[in-house]
């Protein structure tokens, strides 16, 4: 009797947030693992560049021998890992916060992705010029480039680094590049790494968006896979990533289908 009242005044101890904050971490292992150790997960990288490689040499033949041409590439999970990161809130049973996010990235010790370094050096030869468009928030650009400059990634400079001011919304940032090139190819783990049509998902969670626009997306835009985060997850949650904890979860195991 005295062994059960200790037992329940210790489960009194942990919050009931705090039990649903470190169930959020704790579905982070799998997707984490497959994307630190899979062979698939490298497969899947390689893969999706060698198909940008493709593309670009398609596109390079369709257009006006010397045309100024450029690709656009999302940072994050595009062309580095940040799944250390991850690994760290799985460990703290915590979730993204914009601090431990920037004491992550003030490391500058991100590593290359597969296939990635070799893609854009690929475009460089080719004459087109590489553009990175990320929501990082510019106070994290000199980490950032320190970091994008280390790997030996090209233009890691201000003019073609290009991160968050005011929003996260990427259209004008990309148009200010479609001003200087024209850009034949957009690469991402995110929708919005090509559109922001695709930010607010209704009840589909965007895939209607998807076959309606195939045509046009298929060939202008690389998708990488990234299971750990991004806006399906938000879509989930019905865009809204102020939900509490609790909500999260259960969203989480309704939306499942058997």
């Keep these: ?25 704790d579905q982070l292992v799998m997707a984490t693992v497959w994307f630190q150790q899979s062979a698939e997960m490298e497969a899947s990288y390689l893969q999706a560049y060698e198909w940008a490689k493709f593309l670009i040499d398609q596109k390079l033949d369709t257009l006006k021998k010397g045309s100024k041409t450029g690709v656009i590439l999302d940072i994050d999970e595009t062309v580095l890992d940040n799944s250390p990161y991850e690994v760290q809130l799985i460990r703290n049973g915590g979730q993204y916060g914009s601090a431990t996010w920037k004491a992550w990235t003030d490391q500058a010790r991100a590593r290359a992705l597969p296939g990635a370094l070799d893609f854009v050096k690929y475009a460089q030869s080719k004459g087109v010029e590489v553009f ?4 990082r928030r510019e106070i994290e ?28 919304d990427k259209t004008a940032r990309r148009a200010k590049v479609n001003k200087q090139v024209q850009v034949i190819l957009y690469v991402g783990d995110n929708l919005t790494d090509y559109s922001e049509a695709f930010a607010d998902r209704e009840a589909d969670l965007g895939k209607n968006a998807i076959h309606s626009t195939k045509s046009k997306w298929l060939y202008e835009f690389v998708m990488l896979p990234n299971p750990m985060y991004g806006e399906w997850e938000k879509a989930v949650y019905d865009n809204d990533y102020r939900l509490p904890d609790s909500v999260k979860v259960q969203r989480r195991l309704t939306i499942l289908q058997d």
């Design 141 to 168: 650009l000199e980490a950032t480039l320190k970091n994008l400059d280390s790997l030996d990634f090209p233009n890691a400079d201000t003019t073609h680094v290009l991160l968050m001011k005011d929003t996260g």
């Design 132 to 135: 990175y468009i990320s929501n």
């Design 1 to 25: 009797m005295a062994l059960t009242g200790l037992m329940i005044s210790c489960k009194k101890e942990v919050p009931e947030a705090t039990n649903h904050n470190k169930q959020l971490a």
